[in-house]
């Protein structure tokens, strides 16, 4: 069984700790994304799994087997991992079946096999009337599959993707999500996923790994990312949060625009400052006071932007905190009109960092 | 700690237990770099100062710089220098903004007659320009007493001069400023010029005020590398200053080798000019290192041409009145004395022959050696080259080895090494146990070697640059060991960079002569070296034969590579003279 198991891995490029002590379990089978922004350690991550790169410190376990530690590392071919790179890192020189067949080739596999593998794995990916083309000729979307079905057809224990989705259109790339889900789900391999992009995360993730300078900041399934995020890094970055800077009145209470407000969440200390989320839809927009008075503020409209879907509106607090609420397209507030805001106690997420 | 291995189960289809021999051959590779490029310079260093007994000295230098045979020699080459060097920036300036910036007719034409006059091998301009102003059988001269009617030993032109010297000098080296200028001045972008003119700069305000400025410091960093070249060529003085009586640095050099021979002083001798030239290289790439202002941010557009109007047709006589002293006077003479019965006669239909070309090739014994050792030597060279550029270049882009960054300062180093200094080195090095190697073509091929590293490793590492890593990533973990992903993946791709490579240091190896003349024995002669005892005979026809093989054969290489898309800027521009 490959599971992958990273314990206390840390790699430095000079003195600057690009991934920092980073310990993370990946049972066999499952798909765990890196989630962060650029420059958060997530591909250094990856390149450490693969053999790429060498940990300063810490080491990496594939199921039973030691492949990374700070006096050894395995090198990449030795390791039964495939990876798909966000270039595709497909060879320009070999046309569409040579590229798949080339780490089939390298094991020494008889022809039969090879043949009957890799007209298997063209079909899955709908490859088929590509074979014979070289990579040049075909286009961003196609060139994916071929980069996945050259990692899928050797069998790999571990598969590792490096954004890759990130070169392709849109519509192109929501398709890819569910096929990579979909493929994940036919072979089982552990999957580890590197992206940017907390859409893609959430629709293929088994587990999300959401990582900011170095560190793996929380860990959890999308939803529980999503419902209960807990630093201000992750509620910033997964959804569209406000993060609202005050202080603590008791453990579960703060002060905010000139009252009071309960918030689930963290426990707080009393008096000292504390960090609240709440997501840009949660907040509920009027132009009447609510009848439950609980949670709500009043607030100024300094900007109101019509999106389509819905509408964007800036508002401003008595002390001049802002906050940005996305409503439905009914609630039409022209600019400097007073309203009054109620942010839902179970909504409001106190934050530990 | 230590790798767990378990069952056979563990193990993955048998890749596993192979060792990495990537790495003890990269420091081999790593190691013979070394031994190549500091040998001789160590011994150079030494050499200087000792005296014949081994006795540490300082005499050499003071010989150097008090004695007037050495003094005379090293103020004639600075003069020589720094005259050549302005010479080519008054000249090659004009025409690099002419061809990069108006819309002169025939731009193309004047670039590709400059890149002509870059490939020609200095030698051979020079042995030209005798059949054309030698005082007494020079064909202009011939012209100028038939349309004077002067008497018989009166001449317009001497070419065995100082006067002679710069110009012929200058003929050969004013491409490099050319080059460095226009290629300023192509990717200097268009908007820069808009920005002065739409704030009210005229055309010639515009040129004066923007253009000029961020042109200047490609023409100091040219003028720099023509003060160099001009300084380190031996030929070229060789062929005409020696007739004329005196020395330059090279020719004084290159006589301390003549019996008898006087190794520490010529140690000695050479270090002025390897010192000169490590301080210019550096100068120039301050100054280089600085252009970055020209290149700030953002998309450009293609730049606007200055309109010449009734002066366009003026700028391009100027042009083509340049460029027929280093290519269309110099290769009529070769063509002239090549199928003349006597070389310095003007050719005509009844009198043309092809006896020089049967001479050359069929009776001169000489030649049949000098073209076997050439041909082997080139071959070796550029197989050897290739090769070790190759490895350099891979672990310089990779960073596969501790130490990489080293190995490419050492790659690049021998650009800093005049050919006769290196000549000089490579000769009290291999003279010696425990390497034998003079009277050998080895020693050649060493010299051969390390002078056209430099040209051969960049070239290689620029085309590694177009080869993304993760093409060898990808390959390696499907399960390819490094030695199989570079066979199997990165050498096809580099396959046409590494056939232009082999091509141009063959050529090179074609036209190498200031470290070559230093080196060869009469079993170990090579065409360059060949051509040069030519003249010293007096048979200009001949050499005009070989001249003209030897230029066909590089213009075709140059040609086929321009193809190449990755190489199509100035190909001619990595050859070393």
């Known amino acids: ?353 | 700690m230590t790798i767990t291995t378990t069952t056979t189960a563990d193990t993955v289809d048998g890749t596993r237990g192979t060792f990495d021999w990537t790495r003890p051959v990269l420091w081999l590779f790593a190691a013979g770099l070394i031994v190549l490029v500091l040998l001789p310079l160590c011994w150079l260093g030494v050499y200087s100062v000792t005296d014949r007994g081994g006795h540490a000295t300082l005499r050499n230098f003071l010989v150097l710089f008090t004695n007037p045979d050495f003094l005379d020699p090293l103020l004639t080459t600075a003069i020589i220098a720094t005259a050549s060097a302005a010479i080519c920036c008054l000249v090659a300036a004009p025409m690099g903004w002419l061809v990069s910036r108006t819309d002169m007719p025939g731009r193309q034409f004047i670039r590709a007659l400059v890149t002509a006059s870059f490939v020609t091998p200095p030698f051979l301009g020079a042995v030209a320009w005798e059949l054309l102003a030698a005082p007494n059988s020079g064909l202009l001269n011939q012209l100028f007493r038939f349309l004077t009617g002067a008497a018989s030993d009166e001449y317009l032109l001497n070419i065995y001069s100082m006067a002679g010297i710069v110009f012929v000098i200058s003929c050969y080296t004013f491409p490099f400023v050319f080059v460095l200028v226009a290629n300023a001045l192509d990717r200097m972008p268009g908007e820069l010029e808009d920005a002065s003119a739409i704030l009210g700069g005229g055309a010639w305000t515009t040129a004066r005020r923007v253009t000029i400025p961020l042109a200047l410091p490609a023409l100091v960093a040219g003028s720099l590398i023509a003060f160099l070249q001009a300084m380190t060529l031996f030929g070229s003085p060789a062929i005409l200053a020696l007739p004329a009586g005196f020395h330059t640095m090279t020719t004084k050099i290159w006589s301390l080798f003549q019996y008898p021979p006087k190794l520490e002083l010529a140690a000695a001798a050479a270090m002025p000019l390897l010192l000169v030239t490590i301080l210019l290289l550096q100068a120039q790439k301050f100054i280089l290192g600085r252009r970055g202002y020209s290149v700030v941010g953002g998309k450009y557009g293609a730049p606007r041409l200055v309109e010449m109007k009734r002066w366009r047709w003026a700028a391009l006589a100027f042009c083509l009145v340049v460029l027929l002293n280093p290519v269309f006077l110099p290769y009529f003479a070769l063509l002239n004395a090549a199928f003349s019965p006597n070389a310095t006669t003007l050719v005509t239909p009844a009198t043309a022959t092809l006896r020089n070309i049967v001479f050359v090739f069929t009776e001169l014994s000489a030649t049949q050696l000098a073209l076997k050792n050439t041909v082997i030597l080139g071959t070796a060279t550029a197989t050897i080259g290739t090769l070790l550029a190759l490895v350099i270049a891979y672990v310089t882009t990779r960073r596969v080895i501790a130490g990489s960054r080293l190995l490419g300062f050492l790659a690049t180093a021998p650009v800093a090494i005049p050919g006769i200094v290196l000549g000089v080195g490579l000769f009290l090095s291999y003279t010696r146990p425990p390497f034998v190697l003079y009277g050998t073509l080895w020693i050649l091929l060493i010299a051969f070697l390390t002078i056209n590293l430099p040209s051969a490793y960049q070239q290689l590492q620029a085309a590694f640059l177009t080869i993304h890593p993760e093409l060898e990533d990808a390959s390696r973990i499907l399960g390819a060991t490094r030695l199989t992903s570079l066979l199997r993946i990165t050498a096809p791709l580099l396959r046409t960079g590494l056939i232009a490579t082999w091509c141009f240091i063959f050529i090179g190896v074609m036209r190498e002569l200031s470290a070559a003349i230093v080196l060869f024995t009469s079993q170990t002669k090579v065409i360059s070296v060949l051509i040069y005892d030519l003249n010293e005979s007096g048979d200009l026809a001949a050499i005009a034969v070989l001249g003209i093989a030897m230029l066909v054969i590089t213009f075709a290489v140059v040609l086929a590579i321009n193809r190449i898309p990755m190489f199509s800027t100035n190909a001619g521009t990595r050859l070393r003279n």
């Not at chain 1, 997530?42 to 030691?66: M, N, Q, W």
């Not at chain 1, 089939?104 to 794995?121: G, H, N, S």
């Not at chain 1, 552990?190 to 170095?214: C, F, K, P, R």
């Not at chain 1, 918030?263 to 609240?276: F, H, R, Y």
Request: charge should be neutral; aromatic fraction near 6%; charged fraction near 25%.
């Open chain 1, 1 to 353: 069984m490959a599971s992958v198991d990273l314990r206390g891995l840390t790699k430095r490029f000079g003195s600057l700790a690009v991934v920092d002590d980073v310990s993370l379990r990946i049972d066999h089978g499952q798909l765990v994304c890196l989630l962060g922004p650029s420059g958060c350690g997530k591909t250094t991550t990856l390149r450490l799994i693969a053999g790429f790169l060498e940990p300063s410190d810490g080491e990496i376990h594939v199921g039973d087997r030691l492949v990374s530690s700070k006096l050894r590392t395995l090198p990449p071919e030795q390791r039964k991992m495939s990876m798909i790179f966000q270039s595709y890192a497909l060879w320009p020189h070999m046309t569409v079946a040579e590229n798949i067949v080339f780490g089939l080739r390298l094991r020494k596999l008889d022809r039969d096999t090879i043949a009957a593998k890799l007209k298997a794995i063209l079909a899955t990916t709908k490859l088929e009337v590509l074979a014979s083309r070289y990579p040049g000729e075909l286009s961003g979307g196609q060139q994916q599959r071929v980069a996945l079905a050259r990692a899928l057809i050797v069998e790999p224990e571990t598969l590792l993707l490096d954004e890759p989705l990130s070169n392709l259109d849109a519509n192109l790339r929501e398709e890819m999500r569910f096929e990579i889900r979909r493929l994940h789900d036919e072979y089982r391999y552990t999957t580890v996923y590197v992206t940017h992009d907390q859409s893609e995360a959430m629709t293929t993730a088994d587990l999300i790994a959401v990582m900011n300078g170095g560190k793996i900041d929380q860990l959890g399934t999308p939803q529980e990312i999503y419902e209960n995020p807990q630093s201000e890094f992750v509620a910033r970055f997964i959804g569209a949060s406000n993060v609202i800077k005050t202080v603590a009145r008791d453990e579960n209470h703060v002060t905010f625009g000139g009252v009071t407000l309960r918030v689930v969440g963290a426990k707080l200390t009393s008096g000292e400052s504390a960090m609240v989320a709440i997501r840009q839809h949660d907040i509920q927009l009027s132009t009447q006071a609510p009848e439950n008075p609980e949670n709500a503020v009043k607030a100024t409209v300094t900007r109101q932007v019509f999106l389509g879907a819905g509408r964007d509106y800036m508002v401003e607090m008595s002390d001049r905190t802002t906050l940005r609420i996305v409503t439905s397209t009914e609630t039409a507030v022209p600019r400097g009109a007073e309203v009054w805001l109620t942010l839902p106690p179970e909504r409001c997420r106190a934050l530990g960092r």
